[in-house]
């Protein structure tokens, strides 16, 4: 199977799959020196891990993280950092009936066409839970930002028709809140619509926001590795989200030029803009204001009432699923988002360093 590693320099290559032993990744690419530890990563870890309140999945996972090469005497060598999480509360029984049917909303289907052959045990390499690769690897991308100023934070926008008043905006609620949403009276109304969504049997979808701070201006290219674009993919390449945004995203289609366009000004002698439409990008390189991104999760496609699909042998049928899921994926997910959102940044970052001849010369140069 391709397609399992991210990155150029700052490269991590997930592996394992729901039901299986174990879960983890691989990071190349960073650099010697960062003072590192289990703690750091599973800070992180904990925020997407399962069981943690009433509107995730009661599957238990400690989802506890072990460092197995790449750090000494608590800092990275530089080799390639191997991290590890052992599943621990898997209960595949209930996955059996779907080895001979495709649930609707999953990759049961697709995976089948592509491979011929698929683990149906919680999805497989498909399931959720292959985002702990991402997150811990994005942890270690997040401390390297941080000590260059660049702070990176998610969050929960709406939930079904509940939407957070960013005004009331509390970044101590994103990690207080069942719901990671910033606003804690929207968190109470997203809550009371997710109970009655679970006692109709049914999940609903959201959005999630991330914003980038501190992000200087002129990181990116212009043509095949834009910064929004390779941003949009690895966005993209969570599970369950179906579109994503930059800056104002669709709403700018309804504008004139005038009105979209972000006009420059001088401020204690520095480039700044009057407006932050762009979300921070221009001509697929960073402009210097912070980044905007946007992303729109569909509703947990397992249910627990009946659902119309086919079987192997192309019959009609009738399932009622069975396991334990989410009645929504957005809060899990938003710790996700921030960290495919971190390593992208660092690796642009990375790969800005050689970009001009001045900064070349600078490294080298003694």
Not at 224 to 230: C, P
Not at 279 to 301: E, N
Not at 313 to 328: L, V
Request: hydrophobic share 35%.
């Amino acid at each position: 199977m391709a397609g399992s590693t991210y990155g150029t320099i700052f490269k991590i290559t997930t592996w394992g799959e729901s039901h299986g032993k174990a879960l983890g990744v691989v990071i190349d690419g960073c650099p010697a020196g960062l003072a590192l530890n289990e703690a750091d990563i599973q800070c992180y870890l904990d925020r997407r891990k399962p069981g943690a309140s009433n509107i995730a999945t009661p599957r238990k996972e400690a989802d506890s993280v072990e460092i197995l090469s790449g750090v000494f005497e608590g800092r990275t060598t530089g080799t390639p950092i191997s991290l590890i999480v052992h599943n621990t509360s898997q209960i595949s029984k209930d996955y059996s009936e779907i080895a001979s049917y495709y649930r609707p909303g999953h990759a049961d289907y697709t995976f089948d066409s592509k491979y011929g052959f698929r683990d149906y045990r919680g999805g497989g390499r498909s399931s959720g839970r292959e985002t702990i690769g991402r997150v811990a690897a994005g942890a270690i991308a997040c401390k390297i930002l941080l000590s260059l100023g660049i702070t990176v934070c998610a969050y929960t926008r709406s939930i079904g028709p509940i939407e957070a008043d960013l005004s009331k905006f509390d970044p101590q609620a994103i990690l207080n809140t069942p719901t990671a949403m910033p606003d804690l009276s929207a968190d109470k109304a997203a809550r009371d619509y997710l109970e009655t969504i679970k006692q109709e049997t049914d999940s609903a979808g959201g959005c999630m926001e991330c914003i980038v701070e501190g992000m200087p201006a002129g990181i990116g290219d212009p043509v095949f590795e834009k910064l929004d674009a390779n941003l949009a993919k690895a966005i993209m390449s969570i599970g369950a989200v179906k579109a994503v945004e930059i800056g104002d995203g669709h709403q700018v289609a309804a504008r004139r030029g005038h009105e979209n366009n972000d006009a420059f000004r001088m401020e204690d002698g520095v480039v700044k803009k009057a407006t932050n439409h762009g979300g921070g990008i221009s001509g697929g390189i960073s402009d210097g204001d912070a980044i905007v991104l946007r992303a729109y999760v569909k509703p947990t496609p397992s249910i627990f009432r009946t659902q119309q699909t086919v079987n192997q042998s192309g019959e009609e049928i009738s399932i009622n699923i069975k396991g334990r899921h989410d009645p929504i994926i957005v809060p899990r997910a938003v710790v996700v988002m921030e960290c495919m959102t971190a390593i992208t940044i660092l690796d642009a970052l990375l790969i800005n360093m050689s970009a001009k001849m001045d900064s070349i010369v600078s490294f080298y140069h003694k």
